[in-house]
């Protein structure tokens, strides 16, 4: 079953922050997270790991909430470059094998 | 090491005709993802291989899609008789292997546009 992501949209200025939301009804091994820009592949900034391992390369940090089967995806004063798509992927018992992925949040930042 | 790639990047078509799409994921990678993406829509799952079987084809809208992987490597998607909804981005990607802490890895795409 699909993740859902919120909010659906989110406009900031530059250096304001943003929190992006990802919730699943399944138990879950892992949450990835992907940003999208526009006319671009999606590209990988995040995993996280059940019991508490991150792995990622972006200045982005997450949070994974076992329990409420939720992550989310701090921004903090955020770039122009941090507009974009972003996705979350979500891998659990039953997704066979697969990323489940979520309908996504635009953000968009404004100078 | 060179990155997922994928061709053509952009194929226009006419209604009725079939159309290959190609991808080339990154060297070693056993698993290869297909997914179709509308516009301004999030990532629909199509197939997934591993190595050159693929475990899942839920995702494969009808009959007339069609996809298959060969040594391991490159994949062809396949797509016949295209209809005007079949436009779409579709995109490839690859990872290591199947799991639950294996990055996917997405190559450029290819735009489907069937007039």
């Known amino acids: 079953q699909q993740p859902v992501q919120s909010p659906q949209a989110v406009i900031l200025r530059e250096g304001e922050d943003a929190v992006i939301n990802c919730s699943s009804s399944?138990?879950?091994?892992?949450v990835h997270w992907y940003r999208q820009k526009h006319g671009e592949a999606p590209v990988f900034l995040m995993i996280?790991?059940?019991g508490g391992e991150q792995k990622g390369h972006e200045k982005i940090s997450a949070s994974f909430n076992e329990k409420k089967q939720q992550s989310s995806l701090y921004l903090t004063a955020s770039q122009l470059s941090y507009s974009g798509t972003y996705f979350c992927?979500?891998?659990?018992?039953?997704?066979?094998?697969?990323?489940?992925w979520g309908a996504g949040t635009k953000l968009i930042i404004k100078p | 090491g060179a990155g997922v790639s994928q061709s053509p990047s952009n194929k226009v078509t006419e209604k009725g005709k079939d159309v290959e799409l190609r991808c080339d994921p990154i060297?070693?990678?056993?698993?290869l993802y297909w997914y179709r993406q509308s516009l301004g829509q999030g990532l629909e799952f199509l197939i997934y291989?591993?190595?050159?079987?693929?475990?899942?084809k839920s995702g494969l809208p009808s009959d007339r899609f069609s996809a298959e992987r060969t040594g391991g490597s490159v994949s062809t998607l396949t797509i016949q008789r295209t209809q005007q909804e079949d436009s779409a981005v579709y995109l490839c990607?690859?990872?290591?292997?199947?799991?639950?802490?294996?990055?996917?890895?997405f190559g450029p795409g290819t735009r489907l546009t069937v007039l």
């Open positions: 990607a690859s990872s290591l292997a199947v799991g639950a802490t294996d990055t996917q890895y």
């Open positions: 060297s070693g990678h056993t698993a």
């Open positions: 291989f591993q190595g050159n079987s693929a475990p899942d």
């Open positions: 399944k138990a879950l091994y892992s």
């Open positions: 996280l790991l059940k």
């Open positions: 992927g979500t891998f659990n018992m039953d997704s066979n094998y697969q990323l489940i």
